[in-house]
């Protein structure tokens, strides 16, 4: 049958195309093009409008194909669709045997044998996890971050996915929204470098691999910006914030070659983006000419009616078609109301048109034509699933993610021999916690714990208390979670454990399915009563590391001041204890920055390092209160973006320009000699900042414009050079477009944003 079924692929290959796809998504030469137009319009050509239309309709997987499939119901309209044509893609069906089938039923079932393109939520990786998002974003490593994408589409692939939704590449400056873990953090530059790295991950050179898969940057756009931080919520930002911070990443995957793009939830300008022609047809496919293709999230064209911008389904049909999104999601409406809407007028034919063939064209792009069941083998599943190079490669991100907070009489590392070590907090012996938010193909209790990783280094003395459950029950993906707020029956055994050890390693945060969509918080404390037994514990040992595990920043100022040594530890994935065990130890020296400011309290968000200085930035008068400040809390973080220690000592010798100005052609190189003074090896992010001091719309006090990852052996020094140049000084001025702006200018170097040393230059255009 499977002979039968490829046969008729490539005979149709063969009459209706005449050529194979082209070798690389990378190829750009008029005969590629040309070649792959023809493809498409002779497809497009043979195509009936309802057989168009069902290329824009994308459907959940809906039955377990290892048994009998319905009869009635969502299930079998399904299935009716599949074997008529009128569907271009599925989501959530996985496994090798399983996409086959459903392949199979699409290529030999419909008319013209159109393959299906086969979606899933590949976040962080698939059984084999890498660090969340947010985490990775704090190792400032970009090779990393793109092998770590890399490794997650090869196991996709060999499950037969051929299409991840990721990467997610939204700007956010509110940790109390639960999917900032899924993102790169609050700035637009190191966002725009990680979107970058990641699409090159997932995507690759070409698609002739069998390893790749289709990259999707979303949420197009805002989505970062949620009223109150709280999920799905009204959007209403500026012209400038849109320009300056919110669209640079998704700039810099649509150049990185990003194949296709998802819409967003929430509205702006009051129209909801997935009927934004303003985004999606003017931006997206206007001035930046993207080709790809635009999917909606999942039922956000029927959610418009929710919005109150349209009335009825049809209505919805119109604006979402006519806004610029190509690919229904799980909404049953496009399939339903597009035909009719064509038939009257409503619906120029040649947006169907448009949208169909970007979709072919991806299909083609992808070889599915020449060989539908490219991602369908089964052995080559059974042997690269889980295969042991993955597990060496996300350990590797996992080091690299972790960020020393705190170290006190340098505590850390740990003596690897004679010490009397009391591991506490239910945290510490979690497998399934640190596998993090939108992991779904993963299998629970498959992440090393922090307490197997200590126990797999021996020489000290290893014990281990609860303490008190993070939260009631088991914690479920789609489910409300029940925080233990009242029971400290297990604190007593935790503080005699603390009584009779050298050191107390405490594993504290929020458990990994606390964050991630849909899950905002108003509280970014130890959730429950681990503030408590944290406190309860110091007062018999105060010789404690907190390793905290979370998916966003937490307001901890009670453990900023108290505890002596605090390393932030995300949630690390599969290798996630391995990886703590190992910097705790001194066998990894901590090198990861953090990628979003951690406040003092909650009464400061959004609090971000680029800010600006308003009218009244300061005071000289102590007995004044008539400037930008509260009156209960300081206005500084409580760790700056970019923050991290090192076990090594790094010393930065003052900046160095080759000259005091520059105009638009030149350029300036800013140096200065970084110095390991320690005894130990270390990797330290050096970080440059510049300040446009007078601008046509006011400037941020310090914009990050280039960062280098510099290791030095003990007593080490080296160079360190940057280039300025006039792209690195545009933004979207008041003309409405980018460009540099004459004038007086400072650049700022240092190891985080809020410690760094200066120098000024003009600049004349």
Same mark, same amino acid.
């Given at each position: 049958?499977?002979?039968?079924?490829?046969?008729?692929?490539?005979?149709?290959?063969?009459?209706?195309?005449?050529?194979?796809?082209?070798?690389?998504?990378?190829?750009?030469?008029?005969?590629?093009? =040309?070649?792959?137009?023809? !493809?498409?319009?002779?497809?497009?050509?043979?195509?009936?409008?309802?057989?168009?239309?069902?290329?824009?309709?994308?459907?959940?997987?809906?039955?377990?194909?290892?048994?009998?499939?319905?009869?009635?119901?969502?299930?079998?309209?399904?299935?009716?669709?599949?074997?008529? %044509?009128?569907?271009?893609?599925?989501?959530?069906?996985?496994?090798?045997?399983?996409?086959?089938?459903?392949?199979?039923?699409?290529?030999?079932?419909?008319?013209?044998?159109?393959?299906?393109?086969?979606?899933?939520?590949?976040?962080?990786?698939?059984?084999?996890?890498?660090?969340?998002?947010?985490?990775?974003?704090?190792?400032?490593?970009? !090779?990393?971050?793109?092998?770590?994408?890399?490794?997650?589409?090869?196991?996709?692939?060999?499950?037969?996915?051929?299409?991840?939704?990721?990467?997610?590449?939204?700007?956010?400056?509110?940790?109390?929204?639960?999917?900032?873990?899924?993102?790169?953090?609050?700035?637009?530059?190191?966002?725009?470098?990680?979107?970058?790295?990641?699409?090159?991950?997932?995507? %690759?050179?070409?698609?002739?691999?069998?390893?790749?898969?289709?990259?999707?940057?979303?949420?197009?756009?805002?989505?970062?910006?949620?009223?109150?931080?709280?999920?799905?919520?009204?959007?209403?930002?500026?012209?400038?914030?849109?320009?300056?911070?919110?669209?640079?990443?998704?700039?810099?995957?649509?150049?990185?070659?990003?194949?296709?793009?998802?819409?967003?939830?929430?509205?702006?300008?009051?129209?909801?983006?997935?009927?934004?022609?303003?985004?999606?047809?003017?931006?997206?496919?206007?001035?930046?000419?993207?080709?790809?293709?635009?999917?909606?999230?999942?039922?956000?064209?029927?959610?418009?009616?929710?919005?109150?911008?349209?009335?009825?389904?049809?209505?919805?049909?119109?604006?979402?078609?006519?806004?610029?999104?190509?690919?229904?999601?799980?909404?049953?409406?496009?399939?339903?109301?597009?035909?009719?809407?064509?038939?009257?007028?409503?619906?120029?034919? =040649?947006?169907?048109?448009?949208?169909?063939?970007?979709?072919?064209?991806?299909?083609?792009?992808?070889?599915?034509?020449?060989?539908?069941?490219?991602?369908?083998?089964?052995?080559?599943?059974?042997?690269?699933?889980?295969?042991?190079?993955?597990?060496?490669?996300?350990?590797?991100?996992?080091?690299?993610?972790?960020?020393?907070?705190?170290?006190?009489?340098?505590?850390?590392?740990?003596?690897?021999?004679?010490?009397?070590?009391?591991?506490?907090?239910?945290?510490?012996?979690?497998?399934?916690?640190?596998?993090?938010?939108?992991?779904?193909?993963?299998?629970?209790?498959?992440?090393?714990?922090?307490?197997?990783?200590?126990?797999?280094?021996?020489?000290?003395?290893?014990?281990?208390?609860?303490?008190?459950?993070?939260?009631?029950?088991?914690?479920?993906?789609?489910?409300?979670?029940?925080?233990?707020?009242?029971?400290?029956?297990?604190?007593?055994?935790?503080?005699?454990?603390?009584?009779?050890?050298?050191?107390?390693?405490?594993?504290?945060?929020?458990?990994?399915?606390?964050?991630?969509?849909?899950?905002?918080?108003?509280?970014?404390?130890?959730?429950?009563?681990?503030?408590?037994?944290?406190?309860?514990?110091?007062?018999?040992?105060?010789?404690?590391?907190?390793?905290?595990?979370?998916?966003?920043?937490?307001?901890?100022?009670?453990?900023?001041?108290?505890?002596?040594?605090?390393?932030?530890?995300?949630?690390?994935?599969?290798?996630?204890?391995?990886?703590?065990?190992?910097?705790?130890?001194?066998?990894?020296?901590?090198?990861?920055?953090?990628?979003?400011?951690?406040?003092?309290?909650? %009464?400061?968000?959004?609090?971000?390092?680029?800010?600006?200085?308003?009218?009244?930035?300061?005071?000289?008068?102590?007995?004044?209160?008539?400037? =930008?400040?509260?009156?209960?809390?300081?206005?500084?973080?409580?760790?700056?973006?970019?923050?991290?220690?090192?076990?090594?000592?790094?010393?930065?010798?003052?900046?160095?320009?080759?000259?005091?100005?520059?105009?638009?052609?030149?350029?300036?190189?800013?140096?200065?000699?970084?110095?390991?003074?320690?005894?130990?090896?270390?990797?330290?992010?050096?970080?440059?900042?510049? !300040?446009?001091?007078?601008?046509?719309?006011?400037?941020?006090?310090?914009?990050?414009?280039?960062?280098?990852?510099?290791?030095?052996?003990?007593?080490?020094?080296?160079?360190?050079?940057?280039?300025?140049?006039?792209?690195?000084?545009?933004?979207?001025?008041?003309?409405?477009?980018?460009?540099?702006?004459?004038?007086?200018?400072?650049?700022?170097? %240092?190891?985080?944003?809020?410690?760094?040393?200066?120098?000024?230059?003009?600049?004349?255009?």
């Amino acid at each position: 049958m499977i002979k039968k079924i490829v046969s008729i692929v490539s005979f149709a290959v063969l009459v209706f195309w005449g050529c194979s796809a082209p070798k690389s998504v990378a190829e750009n030469n008029l005969k590629v093009k =040309s070649s792959l137009d023809t !493809q498409v319009d002779s497809l497009l050509r043979l195509m009936t409008l309802e057989e168009k239309i069902g290329q824009l309709n994308q459907y959940n997987g809906f039955w377990d194909l290892t048994g009998p499939t319905p009869s009635e119901g969502q299930a079998a309209l399904k299935l009716d669709h599949l074997k008529k %044509g009128w569907v271009g893609s599925m989501l959530n069906i996985k496994g090798a045997e399983n996409v086959r089938k459903i392949q199979q039923m699409a290529v030999e079932g419909s008319r013209l044998h159109i393959p299906l393109l086969f979606g899933f939520d590949i976040i962080h990786g698939y059984k084999t996890i890498s660090p969340i998002p947010l985490a990775e974003a704090a190792s400032w490593d970009l !090779q990393a971050i793109q092998k770590s994408a890399a490794i997650a589409a090869e196991e996709a692939a060999a499950v037969g996915i051929n299409w991840t939704f990721a990467p997610m590449v939204d700007i956010a400056r509110d940790p109390r929204w639960g999917r900032v873990m899924e993102g790169a953090g609050e700035d637009p530059y190191l966002g725009s470098k990680i979107a970058e790295a990641r699409v090159h991950g997932f995507q %690759g050179d070409n698609f002739n691999s069998n390893k790749t898969i289709l990259a999707c940057a979303k949420h197009f756009a805002g989505y970062g910006f949620a009223e109150a931080g709280r999920d799905y919520n009204t959007v209403d930002v500026s012209e400038t914030v849109l320009q300056n911070i919110i669209f640079p990443p998704f700039k810099a995957a649509v150049d990185a070659g990003a194949r296709t793009f998802m819409n967003s939830f929430n509205e702006l300008n009051g129209i909801p983006a997935t009927a934004s022609k303003y985004l999606q047809r003017d931006i997206l496919k206007g001035d930046w000419n993207f080709k790809g293709m635009v999917v909606s999230d999942w039922g956000s064209v029927r959610e418009m009616i929710l919005h109150g911008y349209v009335a009825n389904e049809k209505e919805a049909a119109l604006a979402a078609i006519q806004g610029g999104s190509d690919m229904d999601m799980e909404s049953y409406i496009y399939v339903a109301e597009l035909a009719q809407l064509v038939r009257e007028g409503k619906v120029q034919e =040649s947006l169907i048109d448009d949208a169909a063939s970007r979709i072919l064209r991806l299909k083609f792009e992808m070889g599915l034509f020449a060989n539908p069941y490219k991602y369908c083998d089964e052995a080559y599943e059974k042997a690269t699933v889980g295969k042991p190079a993955f597990q060496e490669g996300v350990l590797d991100v996992a080091k690299k993610s972790i960020v020393l907070l705190k170290n006190d009489k340098d505590i850390l590392p740990l003596p690897k021999t004679g010490k009397r070590i009391a591991v506490i907090g239910a945290l510490a012996n979690d497998k399934t916690s640190p596998l993090g938010s939108w992991r779904i193909a993963a299998d629970e209790n498959t992440a090393v714990s922090v307490l197997e990783g200590l126990k797999a280094i021996p020489g000290n003395q290893i014990a281990y208390a609860k303490g008190a459950e993070v939260a009631y029950g088991k914690i479920e993906f789609g489910s409300e979670t029940q925080i233990n707020e009242t029971d400290t029956a297990g604190f007593a055994e935790a503080i005699a454990l603390a009584k009779q050890s050298d050191v107390v390693i405490m594993v504290l945060g929020e458990h990994g399915l606390q964050t991630g969509e849909g899950r905002s918080r108003t509280k970014l404390d130890l959730p429950g009563v681990q503030q408590a037994l944290l406190e309860a514990v110091f007062q018999v040992n105060p010789n404690i590391v907190l390793v905290l595990q979370n998916g966003r920043p937490l307001v901890i100022p009670w453990a900023a001041e108290h505890i002596p040594a605090i390393v932030e530890a995300w949630h690390l994935g599969t290798q996630s204890g391995n990886a703590i065990a190992q910097v705790l130890y001194g066998d990894y020296n901590p090198s990861g920055k953090l990628p979003m400011t951690f406040p003092r309290s909650e %009464g400061q968000i959004p609090l971000y390092y680029a800010r600006k200085n308003t009218g009244r930035p300061s005071t000289n008068d102590p007995s004044s209160v008539f400037w =930008s400040h509260y009156i209960d809390e300081k206005n500084s973080p409580q760790f700056p973006f970019g923050f991290g220690l090192s076990y090594a000592k790094f010393e930065y010798s003052p900046v160095e320009l080759s000259s005091n100005s520059m105009n638009k052609a030149g350029s300036i190189r800013v140096t200065l000699t970084l110095k390991n003074s320690s005894s130990r090896a270390g990797k330290e992010v050096v970080q440059l900042y510049i !300040q446009d001091l007078v601008g046509s719309t006011t400037r941020p006090t310090k914009e990050l414009k280039g960062f280098q990852l510099i290791e030095l052996q003990p007593n080490e020094s080296k160079q360190v050079t940057f280039t300025l140049d006039e792209k690195m000084l545009q933004f979207f001025t008041a003309n409405r477009k980018w460009e540099a702006e004459a004038g007086e200018f400072k650049v700022y170097i %240092g190891t985080n944003s809020a410690e760094t040393q200066e120098a000024s230059f003009q600049y004349q255009n």
